[in-house]
C-alpha cells in the first residue's frame, strides 16, 4: 500500500522559509503524480501545487505562485515544496496525496487518492 509521510513543518516568522518533504513508500513514485494542499481551521482543504510523474509539468495556486516551488527526487522517492515569503495566510496543516490516473494535473484534493496525515505550518512573530 502506498504510503506518504509529511515532514518539515514548523513555526516561523513572516518573510521566513520552510521547505517540506513528503516520503513515499510501497510503490515507486514516480508511477504517481504528486500534489501539495492545505487546510486551515475552519477552512476547505486546497490544492497548493501539483507535479507531474517525471516532474515536467507544475501547477500552483495563484496564492502561491513567484513564493512556493515544487520538485521532486524519484530516486529517493521524495517530493519537496519550497515555501518562501512566508505569511500568515500560509498558517495550515499541510498534507501530500498522490493519485496514478490524472490525466492532467489538477489542484482539487477529490483527484487523490493516497493522502499523507499531514505536517502543521505556522506563521506568526
Known amino acids: 500500500q502506498l504510503q506518504l509521510v509529511e515532514s518539515g513543518g514548523g513555526l516561523v516568522q513572516p518573510g521566513g522559509s520552510l521547505r517540506l518533504s513528503c516520503a513515499a513508500s510501497?510503490?515507486?513514485?514516480?508511477?504517481?503524480?504528486v500534489g501539495w494542499f492545505r487546510q486551515a481551521p475552519g477552512k476547505d482543504r486546497e490544492g497548493v501545487s501539483c507535479i507531474s510523474k517525471s516532474g515536467g509539468v507544475t501547477k500552483y495556486a495563484d496564492s502561491v505562485k513567484g513564493r512556493f516551488t515544487i520538485s521532486r527526487d524519484n530516486a529517493k522517492n521524495t517530493v519537496y515544496l519550497q515555501m518562501n515569503s512566508l505569511k500568515p495566510e500560509d498558517t495550515a496543516v499541510y498534507y501530500c496525496a498522490a493519485e496514478d490516473r490524472l490525466g492532467r494535473l489538477t489542484l482539487r484534493p477529490s483527484d487523490f487518492g493516497s493522502w499523507g496525515r499531514g505536517t502543521q505550518v505556522t506563521i506568526s512573530s
Open positions: 510501497g510503490f515507486t513514485l514516480n508511477a504517481y503524480a
